[in-house]
Protein backbone atom coordinates (compact mmCIF):
# COMPACT_ATOMS: atom_id res chain seq x y z
CA UNK A 1 0.00 0.00 0.00
CA UNK A 2 1.21 3.52 -0.72
CA UNK A 3 -0.13 6.59 0.13
CA UNK A 4 0.10 9.97 -1.12
CA UNK A 5 -1.03 12.75 0.76
CA UNK A 6 -0.73 15.81 3.29
CA UNK A 7 -1.44 18.14 -0.57
CA UNK A 8 -4.32 19.99 -2.14
CA UNK A 9 -6.48 17.34 -3.86
CA UNK A 10 -7.80 18.17 -7.54
CA UNK A 11 -9.47 14.61 -7.98
CA UNK A 12 -11.37 15.24 -11.12
CA UNK A 13 -13.78 12.97 -9.54
CA UNK A 14 -17.38 14.68 -9.76
CA UNK A 15 -18.41 12.64 -6.35
CA UNK A 16 -15.39 14.58 -4.94
CA UNK A 17 -13.60 16.86 -6.76
CA UNK A 18 -11.36 18.72 -4.34
CA UNK A 19 -10.31 17.87 -1.00
CA UNK A 20 -8.20 20.86 0.44
CA UNK A 21 -6.18 18.48 2.57
CA UNK A 22 -6.65 15.42 0.85
CA UNK A 23 -4.50 11.50 0.63
CA UNK A 24 -4.59 8.59 -1.85
CA UNK A 25 -4.58 6.04 -1.29
CA UNK A 26 -2.63 2.94 -3.72
CA UNK A 27 -3.34 -0.51 -4.03
CA UNK A 28 -0.79 -2.58 -6.60
CA UNK A 29 -1.63 -0.41 -9.53
CA UNK A 30 -4.92 0.87 -8.72
CA UNK A 31 -6.52 4.10 -6.51
CA UNK A 32 -8.17 2.31 -3.84
CA UNK A 33 -9.29 5.17 -1.51
CA UNK A 34 -9.19 8.78 -1.71
CA UNK A 35 -10.13 10.73 2.00
CA UNK A 36 -8.08 12.86 4.45
CA UNK A 37 -4.83 12.20 5.47
CA UNK A 38 -5.28 11.72 8.86
CA UNK A 39 -8.37 8.95 7.77
CA UNK A 40 -5.84 6.62 5.76
CA UNK A 41 -2.89 6.63 7.47
CA UNK A 42 -4.89 5.82 10.87
CA UNK A 43 -6.25 2.91 8.52
CA UNK A 44 -3.04 2.15 7.24
CA UNK A 45 -0.67 2.38 9.73
CA UNK A 46 2.41 0.45 7.74
CA UNK A 47 1.73 2.55 4.25
CA UNK A 48 4.50 4.08 2.71
CA UNK A 49 3.73 7.91 2.81
CA UNK A 50 4.63 10.09 0.30
CA UNK A 51 4.25 13.50 2.19
CA UNK A 52 3.07 16.25 -0.68
CA UNK A 53 3.83 19.06 1.73
CA UNK A 54 1.10 20.74 0.99
CA UNK A 55 1.62 21.05 -2.82
CA UNK A 56 -0.83 19.93 -5.18
CA UNK A 57 -1.74 16.40 -5.91
CA UNK A 58 -3.60 15.67 -9.26
CA UNK A 59 -4.31 13.04 -12.07
CA UNK A 60 -1.32 12.51 -14.62
CA UNK A 61 -1.99 14.24 -18.03
CA UNK A 62 -3.01 12.43 -21.08
CA UNK A 63 -1.42 13.29 -24.54
CA UNK A 64 -3.70 11.64 -27.04
CA UNK A 65 -1.02 12.74 -30.40
CA UNK A 66 2.60 12.16 -29.86
CA UNK A 67 5.30 11.62 -32.73
CA UNK A 68 8.25 10.06 -30.10
CA UNK A 69 10.48 9.49 -33.09
CA UNK A 70 10.61 13.31 -33.73
CA UNK A 71 13.31 13.85 -31.05
CA UNK A 72 16.67 13.54 -33.51
CA UNK A 73 15.11 16.72 -35.54
CA UNK A 74 16.22 18.46 -32.57
CA UNK A 75 18.89 21.54 -33.89
CA UNK A 76 18.78 20.02 -36.53
CA UNK A 77 19.66 22.28 -39.35
CA UNK A 78 18.51 21.97 -43.07
CA UNK A 79 20.96 22.58 -46.30
CA UNK A 80 17.52 22.95 -48.41
CA UNK A 81 15.64 26.87 -48.83
CA UNK A 82 13.71 27.65 -46.28
CA UNK A 83 10.20 25.06 -46.53
CA UNK A 84 7.53 27.45 -47.51
CA UNK A 85 4.61 25.59 -47.02
CA UNK A 86 3.72 22.50 -45.08
CA UNK A 87 4.20 19.28 -47.61
CA UNK A 88 7.85 21.29 -48.12
CA UNK A 89 8.17 20.71 -44.28
CA UNK A 90 6.92 16.95 -44.91
CA UNK A 91 9.23 16.44 -47.68
CA UNK A 92 12.41 18.00 -46.43
CA UNK A 93 12.52 17.18 -43.23
CA UNK A 94 10.35 14.80 -41.64
CA UNK A 95 9.82 12.29 -44.54
CA UNK A 96 14.11 12.33 -45.10
CA UNK A 97 14.41 11.64 -41.37
CA UNK A 98 11.89 8.88 -40.56
CA UNK A 99 13.27 6.93 -43.93
CA UNK A 100 17.23 6.84 -41.99
CA UNK A 101 15.87 5.84 -38.71
CA UNK A 102 17.22 2.41 -37.42
CA UNK A 103 16.08 0.27 -34.14
CA UNK A 104 18.60 1.26 -32.47
CA UNK A 105 17.54 5.17 -33.23
CA UNK A 106 13.96 4.50 -32.74
CA UNK A 107 14.40 3.40 -28.98
CA UNK A 108 16.85 5.98 -28.06
CA UNK A 109 14.73 9.04 -29.46
CA UNK A 110 11.62 7.72 -27.83
CA UNK A 111 13.68 7.49 -24.52
CA UNK A 112 14.33 11.09 -24.05
CA UNK A 113 11.02 12.56 -24.96
CA UNK A 114 9.65 9.86 -22.80
CA UNK A 115 11.79 10.61 -20.02
CA UNK A 116 10.33 14.30 -20.55
CA UNK A 117 6.76 12.91 -20.47
CA UNK A 118 8.07 12.07 -16.63
CA UNK A 119 8.87 15.36 -15.94
CA UNK A 120 6.21 17.18 -17.39
CA UNK A 121 3.42 14.72 -15.54
CA UNK A 122 2.42 13.22 -18.04
CA UNK A 123 1.74 9.64 -17.63
CA UNK A 124 0.12 8.42 -20.64
CA UNK A 125 0.44 8.69 -24.42
CA UNK A 126 -1.13 7.98 -27.90
CA UNK A 127 2.04 7.62 -30.11
CA UNK A 128 1.67 8.04 -34.21
CA UNK A 129 5.11 6.17 -35.97
CA UNK A 130 6.51 6.27 -38.80
CA UNK A 131 10.67 4.63 -39.48
CA UNK A 132 9.59 3.16 -43.69
CA UNK A 133 13.72 1.72 -43.62
CA UNK A 134 12.84 0.20 -40.25
CA UNK A 135 9.19 -1.16 -39.96
CA UNK A 136 9.43 -4.14 -38.86
CA UNK A 137 9.24 -4.47 -34.84
CA UNK A 138 9.43 -0.41 -34.74
CA UNK A 139 6.02 -0.35 -32.41
CA UNK A 140 7.56 -3.02 -30.49
CA UNK A 141 11.05 -1.38 -29.89
CA UNK A 142 8.63 1.72 -29.36
CA UNK A 143 7.27 -0.37 -26.53
CA UNK A 144 10.31 -1.73 -25.06
CA UNK A 145 11.02 1.98 -24.49
CA UNK A 146 7.74 2.92 -23.26
CA UNK A 147 8.01 0.09 -20.74
CA UNK A 148 11.63 0.77 -19.71
CA UNK A 149 10.44 4.53 -18.82
CA UNK A 150 7.12 3.20 -16.78
CA UNK A 151 5.12 5.38 -19.21
CA UNK A 152 1.49 3.87 -20.34
CA UNK A 153 1.34 4.10 -24.77
CA UNK A 154 -1.02 3.16 -27.36
CA UNK A 155 1.06 2.92 -29.97
CA UNK A 156 1.03 2.43 -33.76
CA UNK A 157 3.12 2.77 -37.34
CA UNK A 158 1.53 5.33 -40.29
CA UNK A 159 0.56 3.60 -43.17
CA UNK A 160 1.43 5.13 -46.07
CA UNK A 161 2.35 4.58 -50.12
CA UNK A 162 4.76 7.58 -49.84
CA UNK A 163 7.93 4.35 -50.18
CA UNK A 164 6.53 2.29 -52.44
CA UNK A 165 3.85 -1.14 -51.73
CA UNK A 166 6.61 -3.26 -49.94
CA UNK A 167 6.99 -0.33 -47.30
CA UNK A 168 3.24 0.21 -47.53
CA UNK A 169 2.75 -3.92 -46.89
CA UNK A 170 5.33 -3.93 -44.24
CA UNK A 171 3.06 -1.08 -41.84
CA UNK A 172 0.12 -2.92 -42.71
CA UNK A 173 1.78 -6.23 -40.86
CA UNK A 174 3.38 -4.12 -38.07
CA UNK A 175 0.31 -2.78 -36.58
CA UNK A 176 -1.33 -6.20 -36.48
CA UNK A 177 1.15 -7.79 -35.30
CA UNK A 178 1.55 -5.02 -32.77
CA UNK A 179 -2.14 -5.04 -31.76
CA UNK A 180 -2.35 -8.33 -31.58
CA UNK A 181 0.89 -9.10 -29.22
CA UNK A 182 -0.91 -5.58 -26.77
CA UNK A 183 -4.53 -7.08 -26.82
CA UNK A 184 -3.11 -10.21 -25.38
CA UNK A 185 -0.46 -9.04 -22.43
CA UNK A 186 -3.38 -7.17 -20.90
CA UNK A 187 -1.79 -5.59 -18.32
CA UNK A 188 -2.89 -2.04 -18.75
CA UNK A 189 0.35 -0.38 -19.84
CA UNK A 190 0.19 -0.84 -23.44
CA UNK A 191 -2.47 -1.08 -26.12
CA UNK A 192 -2.30 -0.32 -30.12
CA UNK A 193 -4.05 1.20 -32.52
CA UNK A 194 -4.38 1.14 -36.59
CA UNK A 195 -2.16 3.94 -37.72
CA UNK A 196 -2.45 5.71 -41.39
CA UNK A 197 -0.45 8.72 -42.45
CA UNK A 198 -3.01 11.22 -43.99
CA UNK A 199 -5.55 10.49 -47.38
CA UNK A 200 -2.98 12.26 -49.30
CA UNK A 201 -0.51 9.78 -49.07
CA UNK A 202 -3.02 6.38 -49.35
CA UNK A 203 -4.87 5.35 -52.23
CA UNK A 204 -8.16 3.82 -52.64
CA UNK A 205 -6.27 0.33 -52.56
CA UNK A 206 -4.24 0.55 -49.34
CA UNK A 207 -7.27 1.99 -47.61
CA UNK A 208 -9.23 -0.80 -48.65
CA UNK A 209 -6.38 -2.72 -47.41
CA UNK A 210 -5.87 -1.48 -43.86
CA UNK A 211 -9.95 -1.64 -42.90
CA UNK A 212 -9.70 -5.09 -44.22
CA UNK A 213 -6.73 -5.70 -42.08
CA UNK A 214 -8.22 -4.54 -39.27
CA UNK A 215 -11.36 -6.00 -38.92
CA UNK A 216 -12.00 -8.01 -36.32
CA UNK A 217 -9.24 -6.49 -34.10
CA UNK A 218 -10.95 -4.40 -31.88
CA UNK A 219 -9.23 -1.20 -32.26
CA UNK A 220 -9.61 1.93 -34.27
CA UNK A 221 -7.32 4.00 -36.68
CA UNK A 222 -5.08 6.96 -35.83
CA UNK A 223 -4.62 9.21 -38.86
CA UNK A 224 -4.16 13.19 -39.74
CA UNK A 225 -6.89 14.53 -40.93
CA UNK A 226 -6.80 17.74 -43.10
CA UNK A 227 -3.79 18.81 -41.00
CA UNK A 228 -2.65 21.04 -44.06
CA UNK A 229 -4.46 22.67 -47.28
CA UNK A 230 -2.89 20.21 -49.41
CA UNK A 231 -4.68 17.46 -48.05
CA UNK A 232 -7.98 18.56 -48.51
CA UNK A 233 -7.03 19.69 -52.21
CA UNK A 234 -5.40 16.46 -52.39
CA UNK A 235 -8.61 14.09 -51.33
CA UNK A 236 -10.82 16.31 -53.58
CA UNK A 237 -8.49 15.85 -56.88
CA UNK A 238 -8.67 12.01 -55.80
CA UNK A 239 -12.32 11.43 -54.98
CA UNK A 240 -14.38 14.53 -55.33
CA UNK A 241 -14.84 14.09 -51.29
CA UNK A 242 -13.09 16.35 -48.94
CA UNK A 243 -10.84 14.08 -46.43
CA UNK A 244 -13.17 14.09 -44.05
CA UNK A 245 -16.27 12.41 -46.25
CA UNK A 246 -13.22 10.45 -48.24
CA UNK A 247 -12.44 8.77 -45.04
CA UNK A 248 -15.43 7.96 -43.36
CA UNK A 249 -16.79 6.44 -46.59
CA UNK A 250 -14.41 3.52 -45.82
CA UNK A 251 -15.74 3.55 -42.07
CA UNK A 252 -12.34 4.68 -40.98
CA UNK A 253 -13.92 7.33 -38.63
CA UNK A 254 -15.77 6.10 -35.64
CA UNK A 255 -15.58 5.67 -31.89
CA UNK A 256 -12.32 4.27 -31.29
CA UNK A 257 -10.61 6.16 -34.10
CA UNK A 258 -8.54 9.22 -33.52
CA UNK A 259 -8.60 12.22 -36.22
CA UNK A 260 -5.84 14.55 -35.42
CA UNK A 261 -5.84 17.99 -36.64
CA UNK A 262 -9.02 18.52 -38.41
CA UNK A 263 -7.82 22.23 -39.40
CA UNK A 264 -9.52 22.32 -43.00
CA UNK A 265 -12.97 20.63 -42.23
CA UNK A 266 -16.24 22.23 -43.05
CA UNK A 267 -19.67 22.26 -41.39
CA UNK A 268 -20.94 18.98 -42.89
CA UNK A 269 -17.17 17.31 -42.16
CA UNK A 270 -17.94 18.70 -38.62
CA UNK A 271 -21.64 16.32 -38.76
CA UNK A 272 -19.93 13.71 -40.16
CA UNK A 273 -17.41 13.19 -37.06
CA UNK A 274 -20.14 13.82 -34.57
CA UNK A 275 -22.71 11.19 -36.05
CA UNK A 276 -19.75 9.16 -36.48
CA UNK A 277 -18.60 9.38 -32.35
CA UNK A 278 -15.19 9.89 -34.18
CA UNK A 279 -12.51 11.66 -31.49
CA UNK A 280 -10.80 14.60 -33.00
CA UNK A 281 -7.13 15.64 -31.33
CA UNK A 282 -6.45 19.45 -31.27
CA UNK A 283 -2.30 20.36 -31.60
CA UNK A 284 -2.27 23.86 -31.47
CA UNK A 285 1.52 24.30 -31.42
CA UNK A 286 2.07 22.13 -33.95
CA UNK A 287 -0.64 23.90 -36.39
CA UNK A 288 0.72 27.17 -35.38
CA UNK A 289 4.37 26.47 -36.43
CA UNK A 290 3.63 24.81 -39.61
CA UNK A 291 1.14 27.52 -40.35
CA UNK A 292 -1.52 25.30 -41.65
CA UNK A 293 -4.01 27.26 -39.94
CA UNK A 294 -6.25 27.21 -36.54
CA UNK A 295 -8.53 24.00 -36.65
CA UNK A 296 -12.44 25.14 -36.00
CA UNK A 297 -12.29 23.29 -32.28
CA UNK A 298 -15.36 25.41 -30.78
CA UNK A 299 -17.49 24.76 -33.65
CA UNK A 300 -16.74 21.27 -33.38
CA UNK A 301 -17.09 20.84 -29.46
CA UNK A 302 -20.28 23.12 -30.10
CA UNK A 303 -21.25 20.64 -32.64
CA UNK A 304 -21.13 17.45 -29.77
CA UNK A 305 -17.40 16.21 -31.09
CA UNK A 306 -15.46 14.77 -28.79
CA UNK A 307 -12.39 16.82 -29.09
CA UNK A 308 -9.16 15.63 -27.17
CA UNK A 309 -5.72 17.74 -26.81
CA UNK A 310 -2.36 16.69 -28.21
CA UNK A 311 1.19 17.72 -28.76
CA UNK A 312 2.22 16.04 -32.36
CA UNK A 313 5.30 15.71 -31.06
CA UNK A 314 6.07 19.52 -30.15
CA UNK A 315 6.55 19.23 -26.40
CA UNK A 316 6.01 16.68 -23.96
CA UNK A 317 4.34 18.80 -21.80
CA UNK A 318 0.54 18.78 -21.64
CA UNK A 319 0.54 22.07 -19.22
CA UNK A 320 2.18 23.75 -22.25
CA UNK A 321 -0.20 22.59 -24.76
CA UNK A 322 -3.31 23.20 -22.36
CA UNK A 323 -2.35 26.96 -22.32
CA UNK A 324 -1.51 27.68 -25.70
CA UNK A 325 -5.26 26.28 -26.90
CA UNK A 326 -6.41 28.79 -24.47
CA UNK A 327 -5.03 31.42 -25.95
CA UNK A 328 -4.74 30.53 -29.66
CA UNK A 329 -8.67 30.46 -29.96
CA UNK A 330 -9.13 33.53 -28.26
CA UNK A 331 -6.56 35.51 -31.21
CA UNK A 332 -8.54 33.20 -33.60
CA UNK A 333 -11.62 34.90 -32.55
CA UNK A 334 -10.46 38.20 -31.88
CA UNK A 335 -12.63 37.46 -28.41
CA UNK A 336 -11.34 37.10 -24.91
CA UNK A 337 -14.01 35.06 -23.69
CA UNK A 338 -13.84 32.03 -25.79
CA UNK A 339 -12.17 29.03 -24.79
CA UNK A 340 -12.19 29.19 -20.63
CA UNK A 341 -14.32 25.93 -20.60
CA UNK A 342 -13.16 24.13 -23.86
CA UNK A 343 -9.61 23.57 -23.27
CA UNK A 344 -9.76 22.60 -19.85
CA UNK A 345 -12.74 19.98 -21.15
CA UNK A 346 -10.15 18.80 -23.94
CA UNK A 347 -7.43 17.89 -21.58
CA UNK A 348 -8.94 17.01 -18.48
CA UNK A 349 -12.39 15.49 -19.64
CA UNK A 350 -11.95 14.30 -23.66
CA UNK A 351 -8.52 12.85 -23.28
CA UNK A 352 -9.53 10.47 -20.15
CA UNK A 353 -12.27 9.02 -22.49
CA UNK A 354 -10.77 9.08 -25.67
CA UNK A 355 -8.15 6.73 -23.55
CA UNK A 356 -11.16 4.78 -21.80
CA UNK A 357 -11.39 3.58 -25.20
CA UNK A 358 -8.47 1.24 -24.59
CA UNK A 359 -7.66 1.03 -21.27
CA UNK A 360 -9.68 -1.07 -18.68
CA UNK A 361 -9.60 1.04 -15.87
CA UNK A 362 -10.41 5.03 -16.03
CA UNK A 363 -7.11 7.29 -16.22
CA UNK A 364 -7.14 10.97 -15.65
CA UNK A 365 -8.88 11.25 -12.16
CA UNK A 366 -8.12 10.14 -8.45
CA UNK A 367 -11.20 8.11 -7.94
CA UNK A 368 -11.56 4.12 -6.64
CA UNK A 369 -10.95 1.69 -8.78
CA UNK A 370 -8.78 4.15 -11.48
CA UNK A 371 -5.27 3.91 -12.56
CA UNK A 372 -3.13 4.78 -9.88
CA UNK A 373 -1.76 7.56 -12.59
CA UNK A 374 -0.82 10.84 -10.40
CA UNK A 375 1.49 13.49 -9.95
CA UNK A 376 2.36 15.83 -6.97
CA UNK A 377 2.95 19.46 -8.30
CA UNK A 378 5.07 22.07 -6.55
CA UNK A 379 2.82 24.93 -6.69
CA UNK A 380 1.63 26.86 -3.19
CA UNK A 381 -1.68 28.79 -4.64
CA UNK A 382 -1.25 32.79 -3.68
CA UNK A 383 -5.25 32.90 -3.58
CA UNK A 384 -8.13 30.75 -2.47
CA UNK A 385 -7.88 27.25 -4.73
CA UNK A 386 -11.30 25.49 -4.95
CA UNK A 387 -13.38 23.00 -7.16
CA UNK A 388 -14.39 25.78 -9.25
CA UNK A 389 -11.28 27.64 -10.14
CA UNK A 390 -9.18 24.67 -9.97
CA UNK A 391 -8.55 25.33 -13.88
CA UNK A 392 -7.46 28.49 -13.34
CA UNK A 393 -5.06 28.03 -10.73
CA UNK A 394 -3.20 25.30 -13.60
CA UNK A 395 -3.56 27.52 -16.49
CA UNK A 396 -2.21 30.56 -15.02
CA UNK A 397 0.05 28.93 -12.36
CA UNK A 398 0.99 25.64 -13.11
CA UNK A 399 3.69 24.35 -15.74
CA UNK A 400 5.36 20.83 -16.87
CA UNK A 401 8.44 21.34 -14.39
CA UNK A 402 6.53 22.08 -11.63
CA UNK A 403 5.84 18.53 -11.15
CA UNK A 404 8.01 16.83 -8.24
CA UNK A 405 6.90 13.61 -8.19
CA UNK A 406 5.37 11.21 -10.63
CA UNK A 407 3.72 7.98 -9.90
CA UNK A 408 2.34 5.63 -13.23
CA UNK A 409 0.19 2.31 -12.39
CA UNK A 410 1.17 2.55 -8.74
CA UNK A 411 5.21 2.61 -9.54
CA UNK A 412 6.89 5.74 -8.31
CA UNK A 413 9.09 6.70 -11.79
CA UNK A 414 10.36 10.19 -10.30
CA UNK A 415 10.49 11.82 -6.62
CA UNK A 416 11.42 15.07 -6.00
CA UNK A 417 12.69 15.55 -9.54
CA UNK A 418 14.92 12.45 -9.21
CA UNK A 419 13.83 9.46 -11.64
CA UNK A 420 13.51 6.26 -10.41
CA UNK A 421 15.77 3.39 -12.74
CA UNK A 422 16.80 5.75 -15.78
CA UNK A 423 20.41 7.31 -16.03
CA UNK A 424 19.20 10.48 -18.17
CA UNK A 425 22.55 11.54 -18.89
CA UNK A 426 23.71 8.22 -20.35
CA UNK A 427 20.48 8.19 -22.88
CA UNK A 428 21.01 11.65 -23.69
CA UNK A 429 24.58 10.71 -24.21
CA UNK A 430 23.58 7.85 -26.45
CA UNK A 431 20.78 9.67 -27.83
CA UNK A 432 23.54 12.43 -29.07
CA UNK A 433 26.09 10.23 -30.32
CA UNK A 434 23.23 8.39 -32.91
CA UNK A 435 21.33 11.66 -33.61
CA UNK A 436 25.18 12.64 -34.89
CA UNK A 437 25.53 9.42 -37.01
CA UNK A 438 21.82 10.43 -38.22
CA UNK A 439 22.10 13.83 -39.19
CA UNK A 440 25.28 12.47 -41.79
CA UNK A 441 22.84 9.88 -43.08
CA UNK A 442 20.34 12.28 -43.68
Given at each position: ??????????????????????????????????????????????A????????????????????????????????D????????????????????????????????????????G?????????????????????????????V????????????????????????????????????????????????????????????????????????????????????????????????????????????????????K??????????????N?E?????????????????????????????????????????????????????????????????????????????????????????????????????????????L???????????????K???????????????I???????????????
Amino acid sequence: MLLVGNGRVITRDENQPYLAEGCVAIKDNLISEVSSTAALRAKYPDAKFIDARGRVIMPGMINTHMHLYSTFARGMGLEDAPPQNFVEILERLWWRLDKVLTLEDIYYSAMVPLIDCIKNGTTTIFDHHASPGAVRDSLFTLEKAARAAGVRSCLCYEVSDRDGEAVMEEGVRENVEFIRHANKAGDGMSRGMFGLHASLTLSDASLDRCCEENSGLGTGFHVHVAEGISDLNDSLAKSGKRVVERLNGYGILGPKSIAAHCVHINEKEIEILRDASANVVHNPESNMGNAVGCAPVLSMLGAGVRVGLGTDGYTSDMFESYKVANILHKHQQGHPSVAWGEAPAMLFRHNPEIAASYFPHPLGKLAPGAYADVIIVDYDPPTPLSENNADGHILFGVSGRSVATTIINGKVVMEERRLAGLDEAEICAKSRELSSKLWERF
